[in-house]
Nanobody, 119 residues
Framework: QVQLVESGGGLVQPGGSLRLSCAAS????????MGWYRQAPGKQRELVAT???????NYADSVKGRFTISRDNAKNTVYLQMNSLKPEDTAVYYC?????????????WGQGTQVTVSS
């Protein structure tokens, strides 16, 4: 019922910027949390940033001060502005939605978008 579609990934040089977008469609309503996770080759998927439907944001320490998460509730879209990118930011970035419906949380994932930071 729920689909998440990411876009905006690509190749960027160290110090550059990218903006990721994730559009959610389907039966989405009520209180939810959207966010971004990433997975580098050989590494565990890790939290990057989350934002609640009320606009409260949370960041991993590794990206704090460099990345900014935001959302447009009318469009059910979440964004990740990534500045001062480092090679260690290279990963597949996944959009995530946690939907709280009737007191039960459902977890949804996008297909991922590749971000490569390299000279």
């Amino acid at each position: 019922q729920v689909q998440l579609v990411e876009s905006g990934g690509g190749l960027v040089q160290p110090g550059g910027s990218l903006r990721l977008s994730c559009a959610a469609s389907g039966s989405i309503f009520g209180i939810n949390t959207m966010g971004w996770y990433r997975q580098a080759p050989g590494k565990q998927r890790e939290l990057v940033a989350t934002i609640t439907s009320g606009g409260r944001a949370n960041y991993a320490d590794s990206v704090k001060g460099r990345f900014t998460i935001s959302r447009d509730n009318a469009k059910n879209t979440v964004y990740l502005q990534m500045n001062s990118l480092k090679p260690e930011d290279t990963a597949v970035y996944y959009c995530n939605l946690i939907l709280n419906l009737w007191g039960v949380e459902s977890n949804y994932w996008g297909q991922g978008t590749q971000v490569t930071v390299s000279s």
